[in-house]
C-alpha cells in the first residue's frame, strides 16, 4: 500500500470517529448516560476528524452553542487545509 492510500484510509477512518463521536454523545446527552469528555471529542479532531467532527456538530445538533466548539472546530479544520495545501504544493513531498 503506498503512502497516499495509507493517509486516505488514515484521515477517512479519524473523521468517520469524530462524526460518530458527535452523534453518540448526542444520544448519551438526550438519553442522560455517561458522555465522552469534551477533550477526547477535540482529540479525535485534531488527530485529523476535524471535517467529520464538524459535520457531526452541525449534523446533530450538539455542541452548537458551546463557543469553544463552535469557534475551535473550524479552526481545527482550517489548520489542517492549510497544512495540507502546504504539503500537497510543496516539491519536497515525496510520493512513492
Known sequence: MDVITTIIIYLAAMNLAGFAS???????AVHHAWRIPEHT????????????????????????KHKIFLFGLPLIFAVHVIIAAYLIGSEQVVIM
Open 22 to 28: 458527535m452523534g453518540i454523545d448526542k444520544w448519551r
Open 41 to 64: 471529542l477535540f482529540f479525535i479532531a485534531i488527530l485529523g476528524g476535524s471535517f467529520g467532527s464538524l459535520f457531526g456538530m452541525h449534523l446533530f445538533r450538539h455542541k452548537t
